[in-house]
C-alpha cells in the first residue's frame, strides 16, 4: 500500500546524542512537512519542504534540520539532542504545497533522557 | 499571526447523542479550512476541505460547515468508532503549510 513510512517507529535518545529520523514517501508528492504533536500543545510544524531542493522553517525550528535531496525522502536530524525534544514526530506528504490533504506517516515516538 | 482554536478540548457523548465541535480561526485570506480525524497512536487521516462560507460536506454521520469565522463538525448519532481526536487546521493563500488546532477529543460511550 502506497504511503509514507517513518522510521524508527519508538527511539530512546541520551541527551548530546545526534539522531536522524527517517521519512519516505512513494506518492511522488511534491510537499512533505515535518511535525511535532505534544500533549497540550497540538501538532506544530518543524520544517517542510515544497518541492525536491527546497526546505522552509516552521513554528518551531530550532535544535533541528532538515534536508530535501530528492522527492521521496525528508529526513529530520536533531544534531544534539535535549530532553525537551521529546515528543511524538510526524512526517507528512501533500501532492502539491498549496493543498490541505496531508497524508500522514504513523509517527516517531522519540524520548531524550 | 495565524491561529486555530478548537473547542470542547473534550467532549464525551452517548451513543446516539448528536453533537457539534467547533472551529475558530484568523487566518488571513484564507484558502481553506481542513478537518482530520486522529485515533491513538496514529497518524491524522484527513477529512474534509472546506473552502467559502457556506459550504457544506458530508461523510457517514460527519457533517462539516464553514462560516466567515469558524467551522463546526456536526456529529449525527454518533457510535463508539467515532471516537477519535478531530483536529482541525487553517491555511492561508500560496503555499504556506498548514496551522493545526490542538483538537477535540471524543469518546462515544455505548
Known amino acids: 500500500i502506497a504511503g509514507i513510512t517513518q522510521a524508527p517507529t519508538s527511539q530512546i535518545l541520551a541527551a548530546g546524542r545526534r539522531m536522524t529520523l527517517r521519512c519516505t514517501q512513494d506518492m511522488r508528492h511534491n510537499a512533505m512537512y515535518w511535525y511535532r504533536q505534544d500533549l497540550g500543545l497540538g501538532l506544530r510544524l518543524i520544517h517542510y519542504s515544497n518541492t525536491a531542493g527546497t526546505t522552509g522553517k516552521g513554528e518551531v525550528p530550532d535544535g533541528y534540520s532538515v534536508s530535501r535531496a530528492n522527492t521521496d525522502d525528508f529526513p529530520l536530524t536533531l544534531a544534539s539532542a535535549v530532553p525537551s525534544q521529546t515528543s511524538v514526530y510526524f512526517c507528512a506528504s501533500s501532492a502539491q504545497g498549496d493543498t490541505g490533504e496531508l497524508f500522514f506517516g504513523e509517527g516517531s515516538r522519540l524520548t531524550v533522557l | 499571526e495565524d491561529q486555530v482554536t478548537q473547542s470542547p478540548e473534550a467532549l464525551r457523548l452517548q451513543e446516539g447523542e448528536s453533537s457539534s465541535l467547533n472551529c475558530s480561526y484568523t487566518?488571513?485570506?484564507?484558502?481553506?479550512l481542513f478537518w482530520y480525524r486522529q485515533d491513538p497512536g496514529k497518524g491524522p487521516e484527513f477529512l474534509f476541505t472546506?473552502?467559502?462560507a457556506g459550504e457544506e460536506k458530508e461523510k457517514e454521520r460527519l457533517k462539516a460547515t464553514l462560516t466567515k469565522k469558524e467551522s463546526f463538525l456536526h456529529i449525527t448519532a454518533p457510535k463508539p468508532e467515532d471516537s477519535a481526536t478531530y483536529l482541525c487546521a487553517g491555511a492561508h493563500s500560496g503555499n504556506t503549510p498548514l496551522v493545526f488546532g490542538k483538537g477535540t477529543r471524543l469518546s462515544v460511550i455505548a
Open positions: 487566518v488571513s485570506g484564507l484558502r481553506g
Open positions: 472546506l473552502y467559502s
